[in-house]
């Protein structure tokens, strides 16, 4: 189903080779019923013409903020009004440092400062472009003012070259539009507990709430191999962290989610990085660092506590001795008391989950302790045996000095809520 038919996109385009991608953009975006304005940079028409674009999007391109044709001169408000958001793509370095510094000094720049509506740009740019830290800071202070990036993608770049920079296809880019423009409205399938409670917080669309904000989130259990054919895990569906992940996305944020083995179709809109053990699951988090006190990192997933020191070459046979009893088990990283503890300025806004067994008051009484010792900011309690494996959860969220209970309901409808109270949380932190 697509969620672009009949909205409107303005798309801006800079000075970059991957313009030519861009081309067939349009010609996507058509095909799922989306009407796209094309603006172009100075610098862009040296890569494409105009002229290609207005034959594909069908209609006139804007270059200059002086253009006669828009009837007030005002085309800076006019074609951004008229938008549901601004894509562009490719972003170049020199258009991202201007938007960074509040330029407004040609058409796209002045729009880009005078929207009302999302701005998700795709940058495209060599390796070493990218990774230069006048690059980096301008990437952080564009998020800062709420601008969200998609990619860059990782690969082989039209300069010969091979590493992080590429504009993402056309494709992806259209998975990033479908999950940012989704309705997100929540069906709530089990209002008998609390319906009031519930369907107001969930009649609060996330639109716009994460905008320009980086989550990591993972998921899942892990996988700790003993021999070829044999190895511990923990019980997870993953279901709770992928429904985190779809309700960031659908509130702006750039999302990755580190997957456990889990048998669960990727949400649109977000970079999956799929994991077997602990210590992937540790590395891929870690490569995701640092996180500034802006962004998110959520732990759902069900991280074995301890993994063979050694993985057997061979499966273990029972008739030989040495059997299972004698593998040496060492400690797994903690991967949320990590993040947790990290310095107050590489630290994202930490979640941690706490799935016990027990009664709800051993829950209660577990909150405050583990939540110290993780790092975290907010603790989600739940009760094991409610949640395994369903579809439904009821949580308890403790954040080191009010508890609040979410009564039974769907994960999406959960995670609708948790996005909220986060959202909420680092509103009243920032001022
Ligand atoms: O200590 P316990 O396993 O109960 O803590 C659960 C929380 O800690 C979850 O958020 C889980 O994702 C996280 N965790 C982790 N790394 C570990 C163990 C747990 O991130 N090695």
């Given at each position: 189903m697509t969620r672009l038919r009949n909205r409107h996109l303005l798309?801006?385009?800079?000075?970059g080779i991957a313009a030519y991608k861009s081309c067939e953009l349009v010609r996507r975006l058509q095909d799922h019923g989306m009407s796209v304005q094309v603006v172009m940079t100075e610098a862009a028409t040296r890569f494409v013409s105009a002229m290609t674009f207005q034959a594909l999007s069908g209609r006139?391109?804007?270059?200059?903020?002086?253009?006669?044709?828009?009837?007030?001169?005002?085309?800076?408000?006019?074609?951004?009004?008229e938008a549901d958001g601004i894509l562009v793509a490719p972003a170049s370095a020199d258009f991202m440092a201007r938007l960074a510094q509040g330029q407004a000094n040609d058409l796209l720049t002045t729009l880009c400062l005078a929207r009302e509506v999302p701005l998700w740009i795709a940058p495209a740019m060599n390796r070493q472009m990218w990774q230069h830290p006048a690059t980096q800071e301008n990437v952080a202070r564009l998020r800062s003012h709420g601008v969200t990036l998609w990619g860059p993608g990782q690969g082989s770049q039209a300069c010969g070259e091979i590493g992080d920079g590429r504009m993402l296809e056309p494709a992806e880019l259209i998975d990033h539009l479908q999950a940012a423009l989704a309705?997100?409205?929540?069906?709530?399938?089990?209002?008998?507990?609390?319906?009031?409670?519930?369907?107001?917080?969930?009649r609060v669309p996330l639109r716009g709430l994460l905008d320009g904000r980086r989550v990591v989130i993972t998921a899942g259990p892990?996988?700790?191999?003993?021999?070829?054919?044999?190895?511990?895990?923990?019980?997870?569906?993953?279901?709770?962290?992928?429904?985190?992940?779809?309700?960031?996305?659908?509130?702006?944020?750039?999302?990755?989610?580190?997957?456990g083995p889990v048998s669960l179709a990727t949400p649109q809109g977000l970079r999956r990085v799929d994991v077997t053990t602990a210590q992937d699951m540790s590395d891929a988090v870690q490569s995701s660092l640092p996180l500034s006190p802006r962004d998110v990192f959520i732990g759902v997933a069900a991280v074995a506590d301890w993994r063979p020191a050694q993985v057997h070459d061979g499966k273990?046979?029972?008739?030989?001795?040495?059997?299972?009893?004698?593998?040496?088990?060492?400690?797994?990283?903690?991967?949320?008391?990590?993040v947790g503890h990290?310095?107050?300025?590489?630290?994202?806004?930490?979640?941690?989950?706490?799935?016990?067994?027990?009664?709800?008051?051993?829950?209660?009484?577990?909150?405050?302790?583990?939540?110290?010792?993780?790092?975290?900011?907010?603790?989600?309690?739940n009760l094991a045996t409610d949640t395994f494996g369903k579809d439904l959860a009821r949580l308890v969220l403790f954040d080191g000095s009010h508890t609040q209970v979410l009564p039974t309901n769907t994960k999406a409808a959960q995670a609708h809520q948790l996005i909220l109270a986060i959202a909420d949380a680092l509103r009243k932190e920032e001022g």
């Open positions: 798309l801006g385009i800079t000075g006139p391109v804007y270059t200059d903020a002086w253009d006669p044709r828009v009837a007030n001169h005002m085309p800076h408000i006019d074609l951004s009004r309705d997100n409205t929540v069906v709530l399938n089990y209002p008998e507990h609390d319906p009031e409670a519930s369907v107001s917080a969930l892990t996988f700790e191999p003993i021999d070829p054919v044999r190895g511990i895990t923990n019980r997870s569906s993953g279901k709770m962290g992928f429904a985190l992940a779809e309700a960031a996305v659908a509130a702006g944020a750039e999302v990755t989610l580190v997957a273990i046979k029972k008739d030989q001795g040495g059997g299972l009893d004698t593998v040496r088990w060492v400690e797994n990283p903690d991967i949320l008391a990590t990290r310095p107050a300025d590489q630290r994202p806004f930490t979640v941690g989950f706490a799935a016990e067994t027990g009664t709800e008051e051993g829950l209660l009484n577990l909150l405050g302790p583990k939540r110290s010792r993780k790092g975290a900011d907010l603790l989600i309690g």
